[in-house]
Structure formats: C-alpha cells, structure tokens
C-alpha cells in the first residue's frame, strides 16, 4: 500500500514523500512498542538467577524493575516533547538505540550497581521512543480506517506486552540464561531502528524551544510519585509502609514539583506539555480511562501471577503459559475494535470494554484456594481480555484526536504517562490491600490452630507396639507432617482471600472507568474518519 503524503522535512523544509508500504511501518512501531511494554515485566521471572549472580539484597533486587520504570514514567513528557521539536521519526530512532545499548550493557552487567544504571538508562530510551511511536501512528496514517486499524495494532502490543514478558522471559530463564532476558532486546532494537528510516517518513519538526523549567518540574514530579508510589505498598508481611519517611517525603515532593509544573506550563510560551491539550473533555477522559486501565492491569497481571504460583503451585514458566488465554483474547478484540471503530463510533466500544471489565474483575474476586486453571482463572482471564482490547484501541484514538501536529508527541507521551503512573498506584494501592488482608487472615488462622484441640496426635495411631523405635517417633513426624500441611493450607487460604480484596478493589477502578466513559466521552464517529 503507497501513499503520498506532504511533509515538512527534519530541516523545515516542505517536500512531498512517498509512505510506502504502510504495513511494514506498522509492523516497525508496534514491534517497538512490544519491545518497551514487555521490558517492564521479562525480567520478573530471572530476578533470582540476577539476585544469585551479581548478590543483590532482598531491598536492592526490586530496583531492578523500579529502576526501569521509575525512568520510563519520569522522562516519559520530555521524550515526547523532543520528538515534536527534533523530529518523531529521528527521536523514534534515537531511543532504540539507547534501549538497545543499555540493554547490552545489562546483559553484561558484573555487580548490581551496573544492572540498575543499565536498567535506568533503558528506561530513558523508552520514554524517548514511547510517545514517538504512537505520535508517529497519528502522523503517518491517514485519517479514518486506516488509521484506525493500525492504532488496533498498536494497542494490541501495548496490552499483551506484559503477558508476553512473562512467557519470554520464562523461556529465556530455562532454556538460555537471566542475561538472554536483556540481550534479547539488542537485534530488535537494531533491526527496527535500521527499517526506520526505509519505511518511516520524515517527521514534521515544530518551531519552538525546549521548555526546561517544565522539563526538570515535570520529569521530578512523575519520578517522585513513581518512587513513592513503588515504595509505598503494604508488604507481604503485612507490614504498611506508607508512612515511611522516603514515601512521604516522595509523595509530597511530587505533588509540590506537579503543582510547580502546572503553574509553570501556564505561562510557558513553548510548554512541554501544553495544558490547552486537557480542556478538551474528551481527551481528559480518554486520559483518567487510561490510568484506571493501568492501575486495575498492572495489579491484575502481577496478583494472579502470584495466584498461579503460590496457591496453584506453578512453575514460572508455567504461570507465564497460562496468561496466553488473555493475551489472545486481548489481541483479538483489539484488533477487531480497531475495524469497529468506523462503523460504530469509540463511545460504545469504551461502554462495553469498562463494562465487561467490572464483570471479568468481579468474577476474578470469586477465586478460592481450591479453584483450578481450567474452573478458576479461565473464565474470567478471557472475559478481561476481552474488555481490555476493546478499551485500548478507543483510549489512544481519543486521546490523539483533534490534537495539532506541533502537539502530537505530548498527546502521545501524556497517554502513554498515564498507563505507567496507573500501573505504580495499582501496585501501591491493590498490594496494600492484597498484604493487609493475607496478613490478618494468616494470623487469624494461626489463632485459631494454637488454641485448637490437636485432634491429629492420636498417640497410638502409627506406632507398633512393640516398636525398637522410640515409642513417639513415626507420631512426631506424622503431627508434624499435619502441622506443616495445615499451616500451607491455611496460608494459600490467606493468599486467596487476600487477592480477591485486590481484585474487587479493581472491579471498583472498572466502574470508575465506566463512569467516566459515560460522563466525558462524546467523540462521535465522524470525528474519526476523513473530512470530505
């Protein structure tokens, strides 16, 4: 497929350039996208092979995945500002290529210290290429379904990145090493941003300067509410920590620096992040749906993993295996939303995705220890997936609609800073939930075993009577056997009780979401398809 399109040149000047082959342009944007998204989670599988190899703590190990995510979230709106003043396409290139070099220095890595700069520094590359990737989409595909069908793509590497880091990165462990979960990246990272310039056109450069007061306020205040918020959760010993001195301080600290950015983004005459972008009510819902859909996923995807293995006993591998069912229903319904779409408007596609996500989540709720896959996790994985892929493909068009070239990359990034904040609250806030209430049912249970009769010590129950053994050995082992068993079945009960607080809590963030869409959302479909 070829089309002509009018561009305004890295340079500034006007020319007209060939897009040819627009497919191959897609299948280059979404496989960066798949690239960025799956990093936040291929490493979580290897994280006791890293913390074995290069002797992390217990505290240091979770920077791994904070490392990355702090920087992708933080420096998410000066990338997208960057790619509207130096180019998309340019800025597009640029950040594979800082991703793909720090991911070899990861791979590389002999001491902590190394891994987390890597792990940063990757982090920096994605929020350069992010919000370039979808801007690029919006400038390279004409309006209406074409467009339409490549934000389904899009969307659909978007959702089914985290499932896909899952699965990968269980591969890699087991059949490679923990460094393959990092080099991998680095013949992707190359190969896409060598097809770039082949099948990419040039970007539009706006006029205009960095607004470096925004972009120091702007960067610290997501940063700061990213680590906060990454610190803040209730711990699997039940132990709270949002009161610790380094969580509020953090959270403080990013609300007084977003204050600072918004009063400063008022009277910029080059902002990073244009506020005009946020009167329009669409785009603001589009926006809020996009941090609910981060904040009930994020928490989604690492509870049930925990499910899976804790309670249904499965190897990482295995519980990588076992969100494919979610991730092919995600990537079926966004790319059939994506050719929906210009029959039937984005409305009715963000009613019914946020309604059957209240359903999937309230039926995820409903888990009991003694639930299997096939009659537990089934089901409601495949009705979330559903309602996720009809969500993501409407979220970003909205999101990008109506938006003028020169502010297209703070659109792009501003979407893509609200899946990355959501999914720090919904840790913070799910996992607060989840370790509160697994702790005091834990210890409940554990009340109640100390003050039960121990019915289970029958004295003369396995031991023969004449016995050369002493007389209470095979009775020890056999109430200590019952003791232990009690004790993990009474814990999985706990796990179980307390992931279904998590994930009514989430169906609750779903109906927000719906709310919102009912309220906010008035984009009618003619607003996506071309103008005669």
Not at 8 to 21: D, I, L
Not at 251 to 264: N, R, T
Not at 427 to 433: D, E, K, S, W
Request: net charge positive.
């Amino acid at each position: 497929m070829a089309t002509k399109i009018s561009t305004v040149g890295e340079a500034g000047t006007t020319r007209t350039s060939k897009a040819p082959r627009l497919g191959l342009a897609l299948f280059v944007i979404a496989t960066a996208q798949l690239m960025i998204v799956l990093d936040s989670t291929i490493v979580n599988v290897a994280l006791p092979h890293i913390q074995s190899a290069l002797r992390f703590s217990d505290s240091g190990l979770e920077w791994v995945i904070n490392a990355y995510a702090l920087t992708l979230g933080g420096f998410m709106l000066l990338g997208g500002r960057a790619g509207d003043l130096f180019g998309r396409r340019r800025m597009f290139i640029a950040g594979l290529l800082l991703f793909a070099a720090a991911s070899l220095a990861g791979g590389l890595a002999t001491s902590s210290a190394w891994l987390l700069a890597a792990r940063a520094v990757q982090g920096v590359g994605g929020a350069i290429a992010a919000p370039a990737a979808l801007s690029l989409i919006a400038t390279t595909f004409p309006e209406g379904p074409s467009r339409n069908r490549a934000m389904g793509v899009y969307a659909a590497m978007s959702g089914v990145g985290g499932a896909v880091g899952l699965i990968a990165g269980g591969l890699l462990v087991t059949y490679a090493n923990w460094r393959w979960v990092l080099f991998v990246n680095v013949p992707i990272g190359l190969a896409v941003a060598l097809a770039a310039p082949m099948v990419l056109p040039v970007a539009a450069r706006e006029s205009g300067r960095l607004d470096l007061p925004g972009a120091v306020t702007g960067t610290g205040a997501v940063a700061a509410l990213v680590y906060g918020l990454s610190n803040a959760a209730t711990g699997s010993d039940g132990v709270s920590h949002w009161g610790d001195p380094e969580v509020v301080i953090s959270l403080v600290a990013g609300a007084l620096l977003l204050a600072a950015f918004v009063a400063i983004e008022a009277r910029s005459q080059h902002p990073l992040l244009p506020l005009r972008l946020l009167r329009d009510r669409d785009r603001l819902g589009a926006n809020l749906i996009m941090l609910g859909t981060g904040t009930a996923i994020f928490g989604i995807f690492f509870f049930v993993g925990l499910f899976a293995q804790d309670v249904l006993g499965y190897s990482p591998l295995r519980t990588g295996f076992s969100f494919l069912p979610l991730t092919i229903t995600l990537l079926l319904a966004s790319i059939t939303a994506g050719n929906l779409i210009s029959r039937i408007g984005v409305r009715p596609l963000l009613l019914a995705g946020t309604t059957i996500c209240v359903g999937g989540m309230y039926w995820l709720a409903q888990l009991s220890e003694h639930d299997s896959y096939p009659g537990g996790l089934l089901g409601p994985s495949v009705v979330i997936g559903l309602g996720l892929g009809l969500l993501f493909v409407p979220l970003p068009l909205v999101a990008m609609t109506r938006v003028p070239p020169a502010d297209s990359g703070a659109a792009a990034s501003l979407v893509n800073v609200g899946r990355q904040v959501g999914g720090s609250i919904g840790l913070a806030v799910l996992g607060t939930v989840a370790w509160t209430v697994v702790s005091s049912t834990a210890r409940t249970a554990s009340s109640t075993a100390t003050t039960a009769p121990h019915s289970t010590t029958a004295p003369h129950s396995t031991t023969a009577p004449h016995s050369t053994t002493a007389p209470h050995s095979t009775t020890a082992t056999t109430v200590a056997h019952a003791t232990t068993a009690a004790t993990q079945a009474a814990y999985r009960h706990a796990l179980a009780v307390g992931f279904d607080r998590a994930f009514l809590v989430a169906a609750a963030i779903a109906v927000l979401m719906l709310l919102t869409a009912l309220t906010t959302i008035r984009v009618r479909r003619t607003d996506l398809t071309p103008h005669p």
